[in-house]
């Protein structure tokens, strides 16, 4: 039905009608008193939502150039990156490491696994000269729906005297993830996941110890220099124009997660996470990631049952039920689908899309306990 | 009055209200059948706009970020570029240049001053091992508004065999700006300008020729890079996550470029500047570019009268009459104020303009035939 489309995929994640009227109106200029308002505002919720003392820039980007802004402003030619690989987006690290020329090492895990610490331990043990300068990682990996350790393992690579640089993209906001805390050196996010507005804005927080690797970068990003951002964003500006329309709808989305409170809506990221994920096993259903401990709390990966297809499981959702989930990417096309339960998601839609997906599998034939995945979606939640 | 604000800076600029409500909308897949159809038609109406049979990338970026996207995709290491300064946005090139590891050199003119293409042939004609590899250039200076011969010094830049790159950031929709009949190897633009949306998203085509440059380029920057956008491009995708909610909205406007017809729209544009300029010079006003042929025809660069600051006239212009213009940038900020008249502007906005600007000078005690100004414009509008 027109209009009646509710996204559970990774991203874009369903939107607010407030932020949605907030970004329909008519642009102000970036360089007035009543724009600067509005970043004083943002970037002062942005350290409160990641938790951190040091500035967050915002850039006028996908996620992927929030990523690009971390090690384009980190790496020199030759350099040495170790990249801790849990499916397409930890991939995406050791592409853009090698586009700005390092040495690219990988530690890869299969599908639905997660880094296990004492390997990225014994590897660094090896690296006696220090060689290793940078070590990437993703933390909730939006391909598999697996979540690594992040505080366990950048603590290790602290230890070892290396930069950590994370992909929080689908992990801030649903999952706690604390860089002051954890130690997290270089960390990225993007808008269009947890800060519940539209894709087209993405983050990026680092410490002292990242400003001194990129302090010896000889060629950092002009679009993504963290000189010009940090210099921008402490006089509540922007280096240049930023997309106004998102910033103005992030400042709402921003005030609704403040009033929320990080905490609890961590808490209910892995309420749904955990009871979609209990439901879709009462009925039979197998996940790409077994470990409920290894989990992301913003992406389920599921297999379909035997002779059931993903494309059917897909269109039917799409067309009877104005549900849309995701494919498997790459090699995990048509193998997995992928439900999204990030951002602006509440109880009711835990429900929904088992429901849904429930006569999806009734639909297609597949034999089960009509009713079960909600009865155990319910109690979870409950 | 709030909601009254009447933008008349360089960018953003007054977006139509259809493609607010199209923004507005809730935010779809962007790996859709319904986003790809959306891709389909924004990329053949681009095609159309910059009269190319090239693909044009967009860029879920600012402005500043197509200029990076193009030389970060041609530049290596100790290349030498040359860059033709008409004021900040010339600038900007030679700092991409040098960020990229370029060696540098600039020729400069005073402000509100064009490039002579005379001055351009005799140093291109010293250049005789060919070193100079790529020379860039701005079609409309947004810091003075004045606007170079593009076309002319294009044809140069390829009769010496190096490669063109423009800055037709507020130039594309208001200005006649061809790249393929006039040779222009590179060419990039902003939405938030000519085009009618908010900011965040930008543009650029490159020719044969720049491809053969780019084959050179050791690192292209992976956000930017050309491969990944050429092969997305046609494929009616993007390589990552895109603004999709300001796709949507550019979808719409250049459904309304397209009827108006592009002709119409420069032709329009050359109009406004016109009665413009002509208008303020009727009533005594300086305009920093005096010729009217080598005046941008979307940003009119005003010097204020004796004893009279730009704050004064800026602030009375917002105040009383909720229009917002431009201070100077850098060393002529508080010297001259910039009257944007760029993209969804009618004749209504020209004589509206002049009006509140009358308006403004008189109560700040300018002595000046009350009404010339208006009735010039009515004039030259006809």
């Not at 939006?142 to 602290?158: H, Q, Y």
């Not at 210099?231 to 403040?258: C, D, H, Q, W």
């Not at 639909?363 to 319910?378: D, P, R, W």
């Amino acid at each position: 039905m027109r209009d009646k489309s509710f996204l559970m995929i990774p991203g874009p994640t369903p939107v607010p009608e407030s932020v949605l009227l907030e970004i329909a109106k008519h642009p102000i200029g970036h360089r007035s008193s009543e724009f600067s308002k509005i970043l004083e505002n943002v970037y002062a919720n942005l350290k409160y939502v990641f938790q951190t003392k040091n500035d967050v820039f915002v850039y006028t980007a996908s996620g992927t150039g929030a990523m690009c802004a971390a090690l384009e402003n980190l790496i020199n030619e030759g350099d040495h990156v170790l990249c801790l690989v849990l499916g397409n987006f930890g991939n995406r690290w050791a592409k853009i490491a090698s586009s700005c020329g390092a040495v690219v090492e990988k530690i890869e895990v299969d599908t639905g696994e997660v880094i296990d610490p004492e390997v990225l331990r014994a590897r660094l043990a090896q690296d006696v000269n220090k060689e290793i300068k940078i070590v990437t990682l993703t933390h909730s990996e939006t391909s598999t729906g697996a979540a690594n350790d992040v505080k366990t393992l950048c603590k290790i690579i602290r230890e070892h005297g290396a930069i950590s640089v994370v992909d929080g993209v689908t992990s801030v906001c649903a999952m706690e993830c604390k860089p002051d805390a954890w130690g997290i050196d270089v960390l990225v996010s993007g808008s269009q996941k947890g800060f519940m507005i539209p894709p087209g804005l993405s983050f990026l927080v680092a410490n002292d110890r990242a400003w001194e690797l990129h302090e010896k970068c000889k060629h950092p990003s002009f679009y993504f220099d963290w000189d010009a951002y940090r210099k921008s964003t402490r006089a509540n500006s922007t280096p240049y124009t930023p997309a106004v329309n998102l910033f103005a709808g992030l400042n709402v989305a921003l005030e609704m997660i403040k009033q929320d409170g990080i905490e609890n809506m961590n808490a209910r990221h892995k309420k749904h996470a955990m009871a979609l994920r209990h439901a879709l096993q009462s009925i039979g259903l197998e996940l790409v990631v077994k470990d409920d401990n290894k989990a992301s709390h913003s992406i389920t990966s599921v297999l379909p049952p035997d002779g059931i297809s993903v494309p059917d499981i897909r269109k039917i959702m799409k067309e009877d039920f104005d549900i849309v989930i995701a494919n498997g990417q790459n090699k995990l096309k048509d193998k997995i689908f992928r439900m999204g339960t990030l951002g602006f998601v509440c109880d009711r839609d835990i429900i929904t899309a088992v429901g849904a997906l429930e006569a999806t599998l009734y639909k297609l034939g597949y034999k089960f306990e009509l009713g079960k995945g909600v009865s155990t979606a319910i109690k979870e939640l409950a």
